[in-house]
């Protein structure tokens, strides 16, 4: 299938859309950003050394200055074990920092599994800020990531990763 | 844009692309790059960064006792399901809380192949097709998973055909119930065809 491929953010909307504000006619932006996915396919593989090398770095990177939003993984095969899901800034499977987004993701159903707060609430110290591209030890802390995985122990379990976000976002400003 | 018509085709302006959309600053594979035996040896900032842009279509559902009922959603060849959301306006009542399955059939072929089990709608709210706990069978089997991953990966597809996506509310009940179905998907990603 043909592709329309940009290198920037891809946004929705008019500059000049008309808006009530506390009473006040205005005029500003309504635009909105898209949302991106990058997938992979996963298999169970047990990692001693963390979250590298992994299957799935190779193909996800995610642009600099991104905001995560949504990570699933579709499982076709039930997973033993847990996941740890994070991102690497330096090069796949040389090491590095590597920090967590997900931890101890249960996977033992076949079907969609999304990410949510039981999934996240045991991150190590400002993990959390990963989601927001924004590393709490890696300088700089806006440049791209490579997700990676790995399970605790080997199996063989399959399924489709998938870690939406918005490109570009930049949301250091706020956060 | 009258009721009931096809929400897709012309709410306002609209910028339309035959294939997937993608953005990223770096699209090309580093084609000396062997992921699983040379780990490390390429910076992060020098492999593609292109992501798809995640698409969605709608269409609003009827409880009906006619099965397999067509609505307006058509997703293109190899695309991936991300998401179904059913958002229930009025409470479905269908016989054994049999409320409505989610089906696949290929373009021009009668036949349908679940995506998922019944779901049961009995209150009014918004509702995950794909959490399980709420079906009736509660099984998601591979087989239904392969047709997320690829809803192109069902017999009776040919290559490069969009799927119809159709919708089967169980018999009985008052068949008053409605909603809005909404289908988050990849498209073309062709991960098993």
Redesign the interface.
């Known amino acids: 299938?043909?592709?329309?491929?940009?290198?920037?953010?891809?946004l929705v909307g008019v500059d000049d859309s008309s808006f009530t504000e506390t009473g006040t006619a205005k005029i500003g932006p309504n635009w909105g950003f898209?949302?991106?996915?990058?997938?992979a396919?996963i298999t169970q593989t047990e990692y001693p050394t963390n979250l590298?090398?992994s299957?799935s770095?190779?193909?996800m990177?995610?642009?600099g200055l991104s905001t995560i939003t949504r990570i699933?993984v579709?499982?076709?095969?039930a997973f033993t074990g847990v996941m740890d899901i994070g991102q690497?800034?330096?090069?796949?499977?040389?090491?590095g920092h590597i920090e967590d987004l997900v931890k101890d993701l249960v996977l033992t159903?076949?079907?969609?599994t999304?990410v949510g707060p039981g999934d996240t609430d045991d991150l190590p110290t400002n993990d959390i800020r990963n989601w927001m591209n924004n590393s709490s030890a890696v300088v700089p802390t806006s440049?791209?990531?490579?997700i990676a995985q790995a399970s605790s122990t080997a199996g063989s379990g399959v399924g489709?990763l998938?870690v939406?976000?918005c490109?570009a976002v930049n949301l250091e400003a706020i956060w | 844009m009258a009721a009931n018509s096809n929400p897709h085709d012309n709410t306002y302006n609209s910028t339309t692309?035959?294939?997937?959309?993608?953005?990223?600053?770096?699209?090309q594979p580093v084609p000396t790059?062997d992921?699983?035996t040379v780990?490390?040896?390429?910076?992060?900032?020098a492999?593609?960064?292109?992501?798809?842009?995640?698409c969605s279509q709608s269409a609003a559902i009827e409880q009906t006792s006619s099965s397999e009922s067509v609505n307006n959603i058509v997703l293109?060849?190899?695309s991936?399901i991300?998401?179904i959301q059913i958002i229930v306006t009025t409470a479905f009542d269908a016989t054994d809380d049999k409320d409505l399955g989610v089906c696949s059939s290929p373009e021009g072929d009668g036949s349908v192949r679940f995506l998922g089990g019944y779901a049961k709608l009995g209150v009014v709210g918004v509702y995950?097709y794909?959490d399980?706990s709420n079906w009736t069978t509660t099984t998601?089997?591979?087989y239904?998973?392969?047709r997320?991953?690829d809803v192109s990966y069902i017999t009776g597809v040919v290559a490069g055909d969009s799927v119809d996506i159709r919708t089967d509310a169980g018999p009985g009940g008052s068949q008053t119930g409605r909603a809005i179905l909404t289908i988050s998907y990849?498209?073309?990603?062709h991960?098993l065809t």
């Open positions: 299938m043909s592709r329309s491929t940009f290198s920037g953010p891809v898209l949302k991106m996915a990058q997938s396919s590298y090398p299957t770095e190779m193909t990177v995610i642009p699933s579709l499982v076709t095969t690497v800034w330096v090069s796949p499977g040389a090491g159903a076949v079907g969609m999304v440049g791209d990531r490579c489709v998938t939406e976000y490109q | 692309f035959s294939g997937p959309v993608k953005a990223g600053s770096r699209r790059y992921r699983d780990p490390g040896t390429v910076a992060v900032t492999l593609p960064n292109a992501g798809y842009a995640i293109p060849s190899g991936m991300i998401s995950d794909g399980n998601f089997t591979d239904y998973a392969n997320w991953k990849i498209p073309g990603l991960l």
